[in-house]
């Protein structure tokens, strides 16, 4: 199993981002996935959250209205789309896969991609 975050990188506040996590060797579509972030020294929180059909998304209250998650289960890849930035969105941000679905917690995850870099000046 393979997932590969892309679309990083460094922009200043009130500037967008449009993550991407493609993913290879799962069903796509029978995983819920997500979206978690870490910054340095922290842990690694959720982000956002969708479901396998894209019928229902959950995001922590950090994100809300400026954040959405989405899927495509066509072309295997969920993305994140991040507008109104603000400097502490700065951080790694992971997707992740679920088998089980409807968790916020990272521990319920069964699959990682490897990270890409956000960040964001003032």
């Known amino acids: 199993v393979q997932l590969q975050a892309s679309g990083g990188g460094l922009v200043q506040a009130g500037d967008s981002l449009r993550l991407s996590c493609a993913a290879s060797g799962l069903t796509f579509s029978s995983y819920e996935m997500g979206w978690f972030r870490q910054a340095p020294g922290k842990e690694r929180d959720f982000v956002a959250a969708?479901?396998?059909?894209?019928?229902?998304?959950s995001y922590a209250d950090s994100v809300k209205g400026r954040f959405t998650i989405s899927r495509d289960n066509a072309k295997n890849t969920v993305y994140l789309q991040m507008n109104s930035l603000k400097p502490e969105d700065t951080a790694v941000y992971y997707c992740?896969?679920?088998?089980?679905?409807?968790?916020?917690?990272?521990?319920?995850?069964?699959?990682w991609g490897q990270g890409t870099q956000v960040t964001v000046s003032s």
């Open positions: 969708i479901t396998w059909s894209g019928g229902h998304t």
């Open positions: 992740a896969a679920d088998s089980l679905g409807g968790s916020k917690s990272s521990k319920m995850y069964d699959y």
